[in-house]
């Protein structure tokens, strides 16, 4: 049996353009790579038993399907939808899917941005957000999903 068989599965989504952090103006998102960020989940994961899978799309209907295929089979969801957080019906509609706990994440305080980061399309359908924390706020979502029964 596999590892990720016995113990609960997180899946974590980023979106768009999130593959490119490291590069992607470090003084708003931080210096690390998505690679990185990834690793670190993954470890925290493992020491918290449970299974972490990430997930990188540019696309929203790649981020609708993912979410859509892994409906009956995750624990929780993270989910950084990026640019799609402020325009999304779709992934919106797709979160509405499942019965898990959901934590919306940002790198970047988006309340403190310009006035279209304001306003996101999922805020309301998901069980907390989380915004500001830079990565950090991956591990704090990841910690409350691990101890949510
Ligand atoms: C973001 C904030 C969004 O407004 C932006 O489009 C992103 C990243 C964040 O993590 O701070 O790509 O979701």
């Given at each position: ?11 974590i989504i980023h979106g768009p353009n999130l593959n490119m952090l490291g590069k992607r103006?470090?003084?708003?998102y931080g210096?690390k790579t998505l690679e990185e960020i990834d690793a670190l989940l ?12 990430t997930f990188q799309s ?22 950084n939808?990026a ?24 790198l ?27 990565d950090?706020?991956y ?11």
């Open positions: 049996m596999e590892e990720q068989d016995k113990q609960p599965t997180i899946l103006e470090p003084e708003i210096k993954k470890a925290r994961g493992e020491s918290l038993g449970c299974f972490v899978e540019n696309h929203e209907g790649g981020i609708v399907e993912k979410i859509q295929q892994s409906s009956n089979r995750i624990a929780g969801l993270i989910i939808p640019a799609f957080t402020h325009t999304s019906i779709a992934i919106r509609d797709a979160i509405m899917l499942l019965d898990v706990p959901v934590i919306e994440i940002h970047s305080n988006i309340y403190q941005r310009e006035p279209f980061r304001h306003k996101s399309m999922i805020s309301d359908v998901v069980t907390g957000q989380i915004t500001g924390f830079g950090y706020g591990l704090m979502a990841l910690d409350f999903l691990a101890r949510t029964p």
